[in-house]
């Protein structure tokens, strides 16, 4: 029941994703740091910024414009796997890469030797040919 509740109430809507998610934390951490804040001109701000985060996270959730969303869930995701990188807390597959190659590039690893290989994104089933070792396998880029 609540389950179709959801279902009806977010269709055709943006719906939760992790841009949502980090405000709606952001925000919660603001309403912890106006508690410990107190009533005055600090506790207003951080009531003021919690407010205005909560809001734009209910805004980004019901949204219609969806491709505008997600033009900025893609600046979020850039900015955090610049952040990750620039702070060394990130795996290594991330480590060699740049942000912007992540959204146009799919990494593939080779079957036969673990070479990482890079092929473009949204070509459909192509075939991949290894450049270390010249085992040729099909994959969905």
């Known amino acids: 029941m609540i389950n179709a509740f959801w279902g009806k109430l977010l269709r055709g809507r943006n719906g939760f994703d992790s841009f949502s998610r980090f405000l709606i934390v952001a925000a919660l951490v603001m309403m912890i740091a106006e508690m410990i804040a107190g009533g ?78 890079r092929v473009p994104r949204g070509k459909g089933k192509i075939n991949v040919k290894c450049s270390r070792c010249g085992e040729s396998f099909l994959s969905r880029s």
């Open 40 to 117: 005055g001109i600090l506790g207003t701000v951080f009531r003021i910024i919690s407010w205005v985060l909560l809001i734009y996270a209910c805004f980004r959730i019901f949204s219609t414009n969806i491709p505008a969303r997600q033009a900025e869930l893609i600046r979020y995701n850039i900015f955090v796997r610049e952040l990750r990188f620039r702070y060394g807390k990130v795996k290594s597959f991330i480590v060699h890469h740049r942000p912007q190659d992540v959204l146009n590039y799919k990494y593939l690893t080779c079957p036969a030797c673990a070479q990482k290989l």
